[in-house]
């Protein structure tokens, strides 16, 4: 899709593209061979030529820098493909999370109670380098159920000294404290309002959501402010189904 054709075309693909996402993501899980590899190769770059302006537009114009419909579906696509590997590697490559966090200003200041930064949040967690330990989750609770377990003569020969302390996550690259406090207050408030605790799918960003707010919550940009984030945060509590989600939530509320 080249980025001379019409807006309406470009950002028809992109709908197109929104709604097969799951299939994509399965076709990568599941399927090998040629056509795997050439839809991880290709479709990255189409898909920023068909939603990147070439120059910057008035803000009314369909291809204006930050489009509020087309921006919404589009980070919501990059949110489902970015949590595969192989499709976050690819979009990574093709400049996406660049693209994503080059729209942090218009979403932080968007005031239509939309839910582009809770998307665009989840995003640069998920593409985070330096977020060293908010991916090992996993092996933290099997290592956790490890040492509640007695050990036995041949597991104390082979059981390390002492455990692996867990790397506090840091704010994405290229992006300040103060940006990232923003933007994980706006994305507690979209959650609510847009009732993105009902989606399975966002629901399964929320945990590494709570873990980078309860991260900077500890730091003095928060201040004062973070009293502004308990009737968001309560009123998603209380509507939660999911109970690990729930689990986290209640840690964030106890920390206020």
């Known amino acids: 899709m ?6 309406r075309l470009r950002h028809t693909a992109l709908r197109a593209i929104f709604d097969a996402r799951l299939k994509l993501v399965e076709i990568v899980d599941k399927e090998k061979g040629e056509f795997r590899e050439k839809l991880l190769k290709e479709l990255a770059p189409a898909l920023l030529t068909a939603t990147e302006p070439i120059v910057p537009q008035l803000s009314d114009d369909p291809d204006a820098v930050f489009n509020p419909r087309r921006d919404d579906c589009y980070l919501r696509l990059i949110f489902t493909l970015a949590k595969q590997s192989d499709w976050r590697a690819h979009l990574v490559t093709a400049g996406h999370i660049k693209r994503c966090t080059s729209l942090l200003h218009h979403v932080i200041e968007n005031k239509l109670s939309a839910s582009h930064p809770y998307y665009l949040a989840a995003i640069l967690i998920q593409t985070n380098p330096s977020d060293g330990g908010n991916r090992s989750s996993l092996r933290r609770a099997t290592w956790d159920s490890t040492l509640d377990s007695e050990p036995t003569n041949m597991e104390e020969s082979t059981l390390p000294a002492t455990p692996e302390v867990p790397t506090p996550p840091s704010p994405p690259d290229n992006i300040s404290e103060k940006e990232w406090w923003k933007l994980l207050k706006e994305a507690w408030w979209a959650m609510h309002w847009n009732q993105l605790y009902l989606e399975k799918e966002a629901v ?34 209380l509507a939660l189904d999911d109970g690990r989600a729930k689990l986290k939530v209640k840690r964030l509320l106890d920390a206020f």
């Open 204 to 237: 399964e960003a929320l945990p590494d959501i709570v873990t980078h707010t309860l991260n900077i919550l500890e730091t003095p940009i928060a201040g004062h402010d973070r009293g502004s984030l308990v009737s968001p945060v309560n009123r998603i509590y």
């Open 2 to 7: 080249r980025a001379d054709k019409p807006s």
